[in-house]
């Protein structure tokens, strides 16, 4: 049999939608502007599989210079925990931020969630050590805001989950009441707040959008299921092509894939035919899971390589972003009419 060829790009990204920027996203990031002079830190979460695709230069507008450490949630779907590839990864992602104090956190490590707690005892405290400090937890939706304070909550004062958390994006609403993580016996406690996950107004690479939304950051009806296995599937084959051989040898191929797995599975609609739409959410789901192999969406090297010499189409403000996109927008549309 012929050897099996992953593709080594990913052949259409067509009419991907590139916006999830919603009216309590813009509600709640306004609300944390006008909040800060009450913020004495910021902790902004990432996600490990999407480290660079998951930053929101909106915080970095927004948030000023404010002193914050980065966590990288779901660390335990991004690597295999204690290998060598871990390593590496995390001394990549380090390095995207020499500057500030970064941790990498799966809600199943109580080891993960101390090392935060022992720095923010430390560094996290208001300018008058008498008062309480409050801390800010800002990131993208679904990115695990929540689920690390309940973890940090329970690390820090021993309390049981305080706040609600969810698979799909949106949760979180609001700003919530403080949490107390850390007690002092001055009476100076820290405190942290919930906040909406925030996405950003246009995302200027298509292939960006299908990685937040693969990542859980956008809702699963925004872009069609298929499309997203398709585009795992690529990055699975890159990595090991066996993942998914309960269901199928490898293949470039995913309505085949997708048929194959509905069968197994049992997701057939009327007369037996294959539920495509639920058997790509399903397959989404087991990678969401760790099921179909644990590796990350983004090329850290390449994201080195722009750091130290950006393109200047990627220093370009949101508002500047907003404005070429409707611009290109406005361009197509005129082409097709004349066309
Ligand atoms: N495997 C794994 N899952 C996690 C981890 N952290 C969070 N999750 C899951 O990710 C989902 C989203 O978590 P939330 O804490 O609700 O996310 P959020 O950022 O508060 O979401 P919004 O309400 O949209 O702002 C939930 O299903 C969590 O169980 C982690 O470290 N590992």
Known sequence: MAQFVPRQTFPHYGAIPRSYFLGHHRAGLSKMKSMLSSIDYVVECRDYRAPVTSINPM???????????????????????????????????????????????????????????????????????????????VGMPNVGKSTLI?????????????????????????????????????????????????????????????????????????????????????????HDAQAYQRWSEPTNEVWPLLEKFARQTGLLGKGGVPNYDGAAISFIQKWRA????????????????RRDDPDPVERLSMTQALKVERTTRKQKIDEEISS
């Open 290 to 305: 760790g099921e179909l192999g644990r590796f990350i969406l983004d090329d850290l090297d390449a994201a080195q390589r």
């Open 59 to 137: 915080f970095e507008e927004a948030l000023g210079k404010i002193r914050r450490l980065i966590v990288y949630t779901k660390r335990d779907l991004g690597a295999i925990p204690q290998s060598s590839a871990q390593r590496l990864i995390e001394d990549k992602m380090r390095n995207l931020d020499p500057n500030s104090p970064v941790f990498f956190n799966s809600s199943s490590s109580r080891p993960d969630v101390g090392k935060i707690i022992k720095h923010l005892r430390h560094e996290a405290q208001a300018p008058d050590k008498l008062v309480g400090c409050r801390v800010m937890v």
């Open 150 to 238: 309940n973890h940090l909550r329970n690390s820090g004062v021993g309390k049981a989950k305080a706040l609600r958390t969810g698979g799909q994006p949106g949760i979180t609403r609001k700003i919530g009441t403080p949490v107390k993580i850390i007690e002092r016996e001055s009476g100076a406690h820290t405190y942290v707040l919930d906040t909406p996950g925030v996405f950003m107004p246009y995302v200027a690479d298509a292939e960006n959008m299908l990685k937040l939304a693969l990542c859980g950051c956008v809702k699963d009806a925004v872009i069609s299921p298929v499309t997203l296995v398709d585009y795992l599937l690529y990055h699975i084959n890159l």
